[in-house]
């Protein structure tokens, strides 16, 4: 059973460039969810998608985006690029939105993004 | 503001060891807990979970007790080995609109000595 992919592995951008990043959750899952980890906040919820709709927002500004597509998958955008940002962007993905048992969330390796 | 407070923040322990971690949260809405273990280079993989309706909860070597009127929980490895060191997550979760999102502790390293 192939996990949650996230592609690129590996990112490196310059500030003010805007950047998309990629998941591909397990087949079946119709929620998809993304976070920061960061050494210094933790990790972070960005927003959740279910069938292509966001059904929940963090708190984090607008510059930070994504959508879902008909197949599941999402992506997210960053736009204008602060050094900030820098960090680990993790994708979940769960049959329904995690919480019962059997249907928790599974994450992906994440994509390492670095501004500089 | 911290929902979910987790400590310590590093744990060394030898082989054989148990090793605790623990974590308190303010929101009572929370009624969901689950336990993440994530190595290095890989995302966070649910370890076990737990509801508010039971005190305890044991999977092979991993226990989870919880202490509703004190919002507080606590992860205990057993015989702790080495291929255990990772950073374990504690997380609070409550119904979203269908969503259980996690809201995640600051992350404990749990480092075994062989």
């Known amino acids: 059973k192939a996990g949650v992919t996230q592609t690129p592995r590996y990112l490196i951008k310059t500030r003010g460039q805007q950047v998309t990043l990629s998941c591909s959750p397990i087949?079946?899952?119709?929620?998809v969810s993304w976070y920061q980890q960061t050494p210094g906040q933790g990790l972070q919820f960005l927003f959740e998608?279910?069938?292509?709709?966001?059904?929940n927002k963090g708190n984090f500004p607008g510059r930070f985006s994504g959508r879902q597509f008909s197949n599941s998958r999402s992506e997210m955008n960053v736009s204008t690029l602060e050094l900030g940002d820098s960090a680990l962007y993790l994708c979940?993905?769960?049959?329904?939105?995690?919480?019962?048992?059997?249907?928790?969330?599974?994450f992906g390796s994440g994509t390492r993004l670095t501004v500089v | 503001q911290q929902q979910v407070k987790q400590s310590p923040q590093s744990l060394i322990v030898q082989k054989g060891g148990i090793s605790i971690i623990n974590c308190a949260y303010e929101n009572t809405a929370f009624d969901y807990f689950p336990w993440y273990q994530q190595f290095p280079g890989k995302g966070p993989a649910l370890l076990i979970a737990?509801?508010?309706?039971?005190s305890e909860k044991k999977e092979g070597r991993f226990t989870i007790s919880f202490n509703k009127s004190a919002k507080q929980f606590s992860l205990h490895i057993m015989d702790s080995q080495p291929g255990d060191s990772a950073t374990y997550f504690c997380?609070?979760?409550?119904?979203?609109?269908?969503?259980?999102?996690?809201?995640f502790g600051r992350g404990t390293s749990l480092i075994v000595h062989p």
């Open positions: 979940a993905s769960s049959r329904t939105g995690g919480g019962l048992e059997g249907y928790g969330y599974t």
């Open positions: 737990i509801r508010p309706d039971v």
């Open positions: 997380a609070a979760s409550k119904d979203s609109g269908g969503s259980y999102i996690p809201t």
């Open positions: 998608y279910f069938s292509e709709t966001q059904r």
């Open positions: 087949s079946g899952h119709r929620s």
